[in-house]
């Protein structure tokens, strides 16, 4: 997730982002030292945060649909952001495959996740050869077809392959809630990495891919999710403590992870964030990017622990 302060857009940035914001007519009063817009920020989070509570215990089918929707925001933005290195992804496939992956999951169980990506490997191919097919006919020159499978495979099992994970925690015993901590083991990650990370963040954990995350960032998120896992553990049955550790280490490992490929991504596409359509967040992809990483992480876990 980009988070104000430990997120891509860190605190090396957020000096510039507020001597930019005083220049423009004293917008930074409305910023943190992070560098984001907090009460936009925090508005957006809460009306995220109230749909997904809200479909996940009245409406599994419509919280899938949510999801859904989700990432094929988040796949529209990504071809936006592949299309300047002359990218052509088969986007409307992989968003096809994308609904396929997530309820047939939810109805099939891992199957399901495979015909999604099959469909979706498939499909990539084929638009491939299509695409070259049709720039022949009308005597244009051809273009490499490996570079746009690529771009279609990257976004096939980046967004949702991962995606599709929530299903698979969803359809489990006490699914509901499993899909829940680990959604509120990435966020409480996220919270706790911003805040160590404004407030005592001195080395850097990544420089080279995004300067503005710390090792103590790191270390506040890992803190803030076990202080989250191990009240969920002993005040609930849900899990027992041994587990929800786990578990915790688990999310926290590959949200950073997450966080990192975004990171990456956008260092080398020259991108602040890859959207604008989630006030004070910037796009889908700079919300989940951490959360679509947490989730097979807890999926697979619980699974190792026979959960």
Aim: glycine letters at 12%.
């Amino acid at each position: 997730m980009t988070t104000p302060g430990d997120g891509p857009s860190g605190p090396d940035d957020a000096a510039a982002d507020a001597a930019g914001g005083a220049a423009a007519g004293g917008r930074s009063a409305r910023r943190h030292r992070g560098g984001r817009d907090l009460p936009a920020a925090i508005a957006s989070g809460v009306t995220l945060a109230a749909a997904f509570l809200g479909l996940l215990v009245w409406a599994p089918y419509a919280l899938l649909a949510l999801i859904a929707l989700l990432v094929v925001l988040a796949l529209v933005e990504l071809r936006r952001a592949l299309r300047p290195l002359g990218l052509h992804p088969a986007t409307a496939v992989i968003a096809v495959a994308a609904v396929v992956m997530l309820f047939g999951a939810y109805e099939l169980g891992p199957a399901g996740v495979g015909l999604g990506l099959v469909l979706a490997v498939t499909g990539a191919v084929v638009h491939a050869v299509t695409a070259d097919l049709v720039r022949r006919r009308r005597g244009r020159e051809r273009r490499p077809l490996g570079r746009d499978f690529a771009a279609s495979a990257l976004m096939a099992c980046w967004v949702p392959l991962l995606a599709a994970f929530a299903a698979l925690l969803l359809v489990r015993d006490d699914g509901q809630w499993l899909l829940l901590l680990t959604v509120a083991l990435a966020v409480a990650n996220d919270i706790g990495a911003w805040g160590a990370g404004v407030l005592l963040g001195r080395h850097k954990l990544a420089p080279t891919v995004s300067p503005g995350k710390t090792w103590e960032g790191f270390a506040g998120g890992l803190v803030l999710a076990l202080a989250v896992a191990g009240s969920v553990a002993l005040a609930t049955p849900l899990l027992e403590v041994v587990v929800a550790v786990v578990v915790a280490l688990a999310v926290v490992a590959f949200a950073t992870v997450g966080d990192l490929t975004e990171s990456l991504v956008k260092r080398d596409l020259g991108l602040k964030d890859l959207g604008t359509l989630i006030p004070g967040h910037g796009g889908v992809m700079d919300r989940v990017d951490a959360i679509v990483f947490a989730l097979p992480a807890a999926h697979l876990t619980l699974a190792a622990f026979g959960v």
